[in-house]
């Protein structure tokens, strides 16, 4: 049995049952009291005439002129110094600005905090790789280097570690040095550079 074949014997097709149909009439005159609306707003905004936005905003211009010319020489300066001032302020306001910004005091403030934040992180880091390296000193090189047991010669083993001691603290001396981790600090500034 197909869709289109009814169990009497009546051929009925889906065309004939649905007919799809979309109004856009009423999107369309929406659409034209929307255009007839923007329309008639930038009419008033270019207008010319006395009553349109551009001519009172001039008259309101010239009275404030007028109103300022008026003023006796301490409110004239008055009123340069109050709108020096709301300049100032705006640029200061630049200036502050916000972490976000670069450049900015704010933003300087917060590269400084984590600059300042370096030397824990620092000596944090240094004392990890000190526990490491005594970790490692006897079970991996004794096992890399192939050294002796215990019941064998004893000086050659510990020549050994010593040596690989020394190349890698080393590293970390000079490491200790270059952010100021010192052990002994002598006084006079010749003797603690040498």
Known sequence: MSWNTAPTGVDIQAVELVDLRIDTSKTEALSKITKASIASIDAALNSQEPN????R???????VADIKSKLGEKQRLFVIFKEHVAKWQRAKQDLLGSKDKA????????????LDAMPIK?????????????RLRLSKFSKALNLPSRTENRSTASSNLVS???????????IKCQFGHRKVH?????KNTS
Do not use: M, P
């Open 164 to 174: 690989i001691r020394a190349k890698a603290e080393h590293h970390l001396l000079v």
């Open 122 to 134: 620092l000596t944090t880091s240094l004392a990890g790789l000190s526990r490491q390296r005594s």
């Open 52 to 55: 349109g936005l551009n001519k």
């Open 186 to 190: 002598y006084q006079g500034l010749s």
């Open 103 to 114: 450049q900015s005091i704010e933003w300087f403030k917060a590269e400084i905090k984590s």
């Open 57 to 63: 905003r001039e008259a309101v211009e010239a009275l």
